[in-house]
């Protein structure tokens, strides 16, 4: 079975702190897809980043960052320097093999305060 | 390109009534699906197609109804209303594996059944 937790419902921080999202996926596939989607305020989902299961080399892209291990089987998300327009819920998903479906975490709601 | 699109945005509806919500996408995507959000609970398959013709039942397609004669629309249609059928309702689109293995969204449409 397939599944991705993220066990942290709630975070608050105040603004410029560094803050990180916690994602732990299970899958029985060797070849598998994560995915990081951000839900602002405004309602949209915002596709992020995607991370093959064969490249656990880390991301930066700004102030944001992306841990992924197979050992843990974790895909870690960090902002640095939190900014207030971060304040969003951040969504996981894992997608497996050839499938195209998606499973979801059920997100983790991020509010930063000035 | 207007990537994914969805209408109407809001849609207020009586316990009994039927509707259609309309989807479609111009990025020539095989896979399309419908997903409900509610609180606490994060995404939910309801119905997905992976091309012209072909549709299948995700998580919770119970109340719903699909059809996907083109590539570009996939419109998910109510039978009859209820109040557990209130939600905001995201309709997503992905292209073939050498064309993208993302998931992408449109801005949802919210619905409230009295």
């Known amino acids: 079975a397939q599944k991705v937790t993220q066990a942290q419902t709630e975070i608050s921080v105040v603004e410029k702190e560094d803050v990180t999202l916690d994602c732990v996926y299970e899958?029985?596939?060797?070849?598998?897809?994560l995915f990081w989607y951000k839900q602002p305020p405004s309602g949209e989902l915002v596709f992020l980043i995607r991370?093959?299961?064969?490249d656990e080399q880390n991301e930066i892209s700004g102030r944001y960052s992306w841990n992924f291990q197979k050992s843990t089987s974790s895909f870690n998300f960090t902002i640095t320097a939190s900014q207030v327009v971060d304040s969003a819920v951040y969504f996981c998903?894992?997608?497996?093999?050839?499938?195209?479906?998606?499973?979801w975490g059920l997100g983790t709601s991020l509010a930063v305060n000035p | 390109n207007a990537g994914v699109t969805q209408t109407p945005k809001f849609q207020v509806l009586k316990t009994g009534q039927s509707m259609t919500l309309q989807c479609a996408q111009d990025?020539?995507?095989?896979?399309m699906s419908w997903y409900r959000q509610d609180p606490g609970m994060g995404l939910r398959l309801i119905h997905y197609?992976?091309?012209?013709?072909?549709?299948d039942q995700g998580e919770v397609p119970n109340g719903y109804n699909v059809s996907r004669s083109t590539t570009e629309d996939f419109p998910l249609r109510l039978l009859s209303a209820a109040p557990s059928q209130t939600s905001v309702y995201f309709c997503?689109?992905?292209?073939?594996?050498?064309?993208?293995?993302?998931?992408?969204f449109g801005p949802g449409t919210r619905l409230t059944v009295t």
């Open positions: 990025m020539n995507h095989e896979y």
């Open positions: 197609s992976v091309g012209a013709g072909i549709t």
């Open positions: 997503a689109s992905m292209g073939s594996p050498g064309q993208s293995l993302e998931q992408y």
């Open positions: 991370r093959n299961s064969f």
């Open positions: 899958t029985r596939d060797t070849t598998y897809y």
């Open positions: 998903a894992l997608r497996g093999g050839n499938n195209r479906k998606l499973i």
